[in-house]
């Protein structure tokens, strides 16, 4: 199936259609061609290749932490100076969201993804060779940030689009490469560093990201064509090319191709014409043919070259048209998503979600602590967050994937925000040690449900759908930047303003409170836009049949069948 594709029709007529589009991407593996999203496939190599970009992005930005004593004892700096190194790789990984989607747009999957596995492994392999902080803040705050960024984005878009129904199940097993990273890989390079030390175990990581260049080869682009004869597929493309053009040129288009056809009718005529005469004769010239008529003959043969040839000139100019329109509309970076009330609510509870995501991880211990939990039972709180984050990355992807919920999905989400800012709230009240293990179980529980569906929800047609979340995706991230950068610091100034860490986990459930009354907009937001767009055509179809009745004085009973434009 990999090699015979390229001398198949269908895939040549696929390829002409894709540069018609301005899909012009270099490509490793050629794509894969279905009439539907096929909900399996070659999505599972793209499933597996996902698991392993979750390993090598989140999962060692979450372990970075291993490394943070042994940089701060041979640098000689303090605490917040190092952390800064994973501040700025996030956000600069969140930052150029925007960019992944035009280079993805204008490249394809597979060369963007398999450029940022170039980067990631080129700056953590730099950052072993550093002799300060401000050098690591380039090596891997810069370089390998924006790897990651060419990497998480472009590779959890395509896994959204070979899947429909299992989307969120899969998407949700898939992520959890970054928890399999924490539990696995984190104390197995901790291990080695105390070996060989901090330096060369970077190195090392350094080599293994190199992987996820092969992850980006296996991104085969997927087409979704459905099963149609070669002349419709024309037809429809001819007429999705006069749908892209403006109304100022409209009109003299349609003259292009009514002269097409007239200039294809009379050539088959003459056609026509030419084999009666020929059968009359028998083949042979009259002897006593009337010399005016041969004239006239001939004159005809040459209007009607003279027509072919400004058929063909307009055909070519129809192409060349559809060709410049069609680049018009599918830019590289959509920006008529920002026009969506929906997208923009779903952006805003994305950006106030955010800023609820940093309060536990960072000040767990120590909130433990000012309540009186010795130091040995404080730090269990961590590794109960990640085995409840695993348990819900699968529960959030098996009830998704559920029929009573399948259209239901951000409802399921909204109540997951809900309760975990309950559970934020419940942090700030309890002083013992048990309870403070619940709320870190349900806290990670649902952290893990909003974790593994928020990014793939953009492709539900109830916030932007399928076709444009690869633009969605890049804007939204890029909104989301500024809270992962303002949250960790609004934190830190609340618990040194209050001299209480519970401080910075009334912030959090303030953000995530504001996060819940945006999510519950979107949907609304995005019905109420098609019931005024759909009320408007039916006041426009009502207005022209009354303009048509003469003073409109007719009921609608009785104009029945003038009305049925007007149904919604």
């Not at 990273?181 to 175990?201: K, N, Q, V, Y």
């Not at 529960?395 to 998704?400: D, R």
């Not at 593994?452 to 109830?462: G, N, Q, Y």
Request: proline share 3%; glycine share 8%.
């Amino acid at each position: 199936m990999c090699l015979s594709w390229v001398k198949s029709k269908e895939t040549r007529q696929i390829f002409e259609v894709m540069d018609l589009c301005g899909a012009k991407v270099t490509q490793v593996l050629g794509p894969c061609a279905y009439s539907e999203a096929p909900d399996g496939g070659w999505g599972w190599v793209v499933a597996a290749a996902f698991f392993i970009v979750e390993v090598f992005t989140y999962g060692f930005i979450k372990s970075f932490g291993i490394f943070l004593e042994d940089v701060m004892d041979e640098f000689e700096e303090s605490n917040s100076r190092v952390s800064w190194v994973v501040s700025i790789c996030v956000f600069v990984m969140t930052f150029n969201g925007p960019l992944s989607s035009v280079m993805t747009n204008r490249f394809g999957f597979q060369i963007v993804v398999m450029i940022g596995g170039l980067l990631i492994s080129t700056g953590t392999i730099a950052t072993s060779f550093t002799s300060s902080v401000n050098q690591m803040y380039i090596t891997y705050g810069l370089v390998a940030g924006l790897g990651y960024c060419l990497t998480f984005l472009p590779t959890v878009t395509i896994l959204s689009k070979y899947f429909t129904r299992r989307r969120s199940l899969v998407t949700a097993v898939a992520s959890t490469g970054e928890s399999f990273a924490m539990f696995a890989l984190a104390p197995a390079f901790s291990a080695l560093r105390d070996l060989i030390g901090w330096r060369h175990t970077m190195a090392v990581i350094g080599a293994l990201q190199s992987i996820v260049i092969i992850c980006g080869a296996l991104l085969r682009p997927i087409i979704i064509k459905p099963n149609a004869s070669q002349d419709t597929e024309t037809d429809t493309l001819s007429s999705k090319m006069l749908k892209a053009l403006g109304p100022q040129e409209d009109a003299e288009h349609v003259m292009l191709e009514n002269s097409v056809t007239r200039n294809k009718e009379l050539t088959a005529a003459s056609g026509v014409q030419s084999d009666k005469d020929s059968s009359t004769t028998g083949g042979h010239t009259s002897p006593h043919k009337d010399p005016t008529e041969s004239r006239c003959l001939e004159r005809s043969q040459v209007h009607v070259k003279e027509l072919e040839k400004t058929g063909r000139d307009a055909e070519e100019q129809l192409e060349k048209d559809g060709d410049q329109k069609l680049s018009v509309k599918n830019p590289l970076l959509d920006f008529s998503i920002l026009r969506e009330c929906s997208f923009i609510f779903y952006s805003l509870f994305g950006l106030f979600a955010t800023l609820g995501f940093f309060a536990p991880q960072l000040y767990i211990i120590r909130l433990s602590m000012s309540r009186g939990v010795k130091r040995e039972q404080a730090t269990y709180m961590l590794p109960t967050m990640a085995v409840a984050e695993i348990l819900g990355r699968f529960s959030i992807g098996w009830v998704l994937t559920r029929k009573p919920f399948r259209r239901r999905k951000l409802l399921v989400l909204l109540a997951c925000v809900v309760i975990m800012t309950m559970d934020l709230v419940g942090f700030t009240l309890v002083a013992e040690f048990w309870g403070l293990v619940v709320c870190c179980g349900v806290y990670g529980f649902f952290m893990g449900t909003l974790a593994c569906t928020h990014i793939p929800m953009l492709a539900e047609d109830d916030v932007v759908g399928i076709e444009r979340m690869s633009s969605a995706a890049g804007v939204y991230v890029f909104i989301q930047s500024f809270a992962g950068l303002a949250g960790p610091p609004l934190g830190g100034v609340l618990v040194d303003v209050t001299q209480n860490y519970g401080a910075a986990f009334y912030s959090c459930a303030v953000g995530m409170g504001l996060s819940a009354m945006f999510l519950g907009l979107v949907k609304p937001a995005k019905r109420g836009f098609s019931c005024r767009r759909r009320s408007l055509k039916r006041f426009k179809c009502e207005r022209n049949v009354c303009s048509q009745l003469g003073n409109g004085e007719q009921t609608q009973d009785q104009r029945p069948d003038r009305l049925k434009c007007c149904s919604v």
